[in-house]
DNA sequence: TTATTTTGCGTAATCAGTTACGTAATTGGT
DNA sequence: ACCAATTACGTAACTGATTACGCAAAATAA
């Protein structure tokens, strides 16, 4: 198919779907050939009866790997042939056990032919192709038991919008978007208190001109987060507090948060700091859990001036 | 998959196509991951349309490898969306020319970050296979283009069946035989001849002792197919007759009639034969073919004892 | 012991594709 | 110039799978 060289790897699953379908339009003349009178679509169950033990419709369903509905219709079929005996498991009546009948067995030595003829016929095909179509899809099968595509997308989506956040220190022009972002989580959570008001409306005033630090982070040169440090005079166990992170709620699941955080904490130790605090609230737990990757601990009886704050962290950065 | 490792590859299709539901599981959510508002299934089709031409129905179906019915269903779902428009042809009012509204080319450029991101996880997870799924694909399409997995395994179990047949020569024991598979082919085609009677009923008499052989093919120890080399004494041009070749029904298929023939013809040059003849009928169509295969030519002018006889041949064994 | 949860499995609805078929328009042969 | 064959495409029926749901039996918890 020349489509599929055109539309790239997005389209594997169409792929694997068409080459799935010119395969199995062959199989009913296949098994006809053979004179077997069986479905193709039965023939998972049939084999796994064939090895001789009788099964349950959801053991069946789970060895062969389909849904019980599927498997319930193909026995009640195979049993319509007279293929397969169904009876009610003495011990626990809502067992229906299967078993291969005289037909059956007799079916299973005839199909044996066919059966090594059509594998012989796959092997060979395999030995005339450079890759290896059957090992390849074992190997896929295990990719994918590991994550699955949606899990690797959303990372690889991640990677690349991560990629495009740029992280700078902060500038007049971001004085708006610095008070904005943090207003609007604060909202949403808490009340705004009155140290909010003064280091959000004058944050040169009270944070720059003291020492302290901004960073933004702009996507497509649009801040969309913010970070402070704050120098904490009150108390000489730290150098820093980091606070007012916001990110805004239109550019979530791009790890803004987890970038700034990095960045600030590389700020303060390229300063010289050696210990950072910061509160939080037991509600945020998404925070929270970034702050514990970013490496800060709990640390307890401590107070803040802000009434929000009820969790207390700091980090080492030695 | 576990089963698959057991039953081996006879069950590729079925390990295709759980392949295949295990990837298009997620592409849906995919899909909502981006905000694209398109169901999976109209991807192909959407894709041929937003690089920028118009197409019909039959056109877009034939690009993207399905029936056209599934292409007209896609394309009246996406147009109930407002994503394309369809129109009649004014010169040819059959057709439906389809094309992407604005809406549409919005999404398509929307999905372009989704393409590229799926595009970069199916090949990172390609690069840490060791055999290349994609590739693979591509091959096995190539090579059932080539020649579909029936046409192949028709020939595996030729090949499997004819190693089964041995080719011994004549024995009293198989004179019954003889007998049978000769006059059942001719009293389905002809009818029987008084040459016919001679020959069969006294095939010593009339074959063996004026110097002729007979050969046998045996399938699991069964005679099903016979043919005899009987001398020409009247024409000096020609050292035997192939003759009375015949194989039983049941066992067609399996490349007897070619097995026979080789093996006789073997034998007329290892007596050091130079010339044989055979008469046939022109609507034995398979047997004539047969002979081309086993380098007879056809001549012209001669005539023989059988009133069936309308076709005669003859080889050089030099 | 009794109430709740889990399990086994059958039925119904759904889904994404297919083949079969019918109709209308176009093309081609005589 | 006309009749037959071919083509475009929509509708209907079928297929092989799935999920959703519900009931009864068994296992577990209170």
Redesign the interface.
């Known amino acids: 198919?020349e489509?599929?060289?055109k539309?790239?790897?997005?389209?594997?699953?169409?792929?694997?779907?068409?080459?799935?379908e010119?395969?199995?339009k062959?199989?009913p003349?296949?098994y006809r050939?053979?004179n077997v009178e069986l479905q193709?679509k039965w023939?998972?169950a049939f084999?796994?009866l064939s090895q001789g033990e009788e099964k349950t419709i959801t053991q069946l369903a789970k060895?062969?790997?389909h849904s019980h509905p599927s498997v319930s219709k193909i026995i009640t079929e195979m049993s319509k042939k007279g293929l397969v005996t169904e009876k009610k498991d003495e011990e626990d009546k809502r067992r229906n056990i299967v078993t291969l009948t005289e037909k059956g067995r007799e079916i299973s030595e005839k199909i044996a032919?066919q059966?090594?003829?059509?594998?012989?016929?796959?092997?060979?095909?395999?030995a005339?192709?450079?890759?290896?179509?059957?090992?390849?899809?074992?190997?896929?099968?295990k990719?994918?038991e590991q994550k699955?595509?949606?899990e690797?997308?959303?990372?690889?989506?991640k990677e690349?919008e991560s990629k495009m956040v740029k992280i700078v220190e902060f500038k007049p022009e971001y004085k708006q978007a610095f008070r904005d972002l943090n207003v609007e989580w604060i909202n949403t959570y808490f009340k705004m208190e009155a140290a909010d008001y003064k280091a959000l409306d004058h944050p040169e005033e009270y944070i720059l001109s003291k020492g302290g630090y901004i960073m933004v982070a702009l996507l497509e040169d649009v801040p969309v987060g913010v970070c402070a440090l704050i120098r904490m005079d009150d108390d000489p166990d730290y150098d820093f507090e980091l606070a007012k992170m916001a990110v805004s709620p239109k550019a979530q699941g791009k790890s803004i948060g987890k970038l700034l955080g990095q960045a600030i904490i590389e700020k303060a130790r390229s300063v010289g700091a050696s210990k950072l605090y910061l509160g939080s609230n037991s509600i945020l737990k998404p925070a929270i859990s970034l702050y514990h990757k970013l490496g800060f601990r709990m640390i307890e009886g401590r107070t803040s001036p802000y009434v929000r704050a009820n969790v207390h962290m700091e980090m080492n950065l030695n």
């Open positions: 198919m489509f599929f060289e539309t790239g790897k997005f389209a594997i699953g169409s792929r694997l779907r068409m080459l799935n010119k395969i199995s062959d199989a003349e296949i050939l053979f193709p023939f998972p084999h796994v060895e062969i790997g032919f059966y090594q003829d059509v594998n012989a016929t796959v092997e060979e095909m395999l005339q192709t450079e890759n290896d179509l059957w090992k390849a899809l074992g190997e896929w099968e990719l994918l699955s595509l949606l690797r997308v959303i990372e690889k989506k690349r």
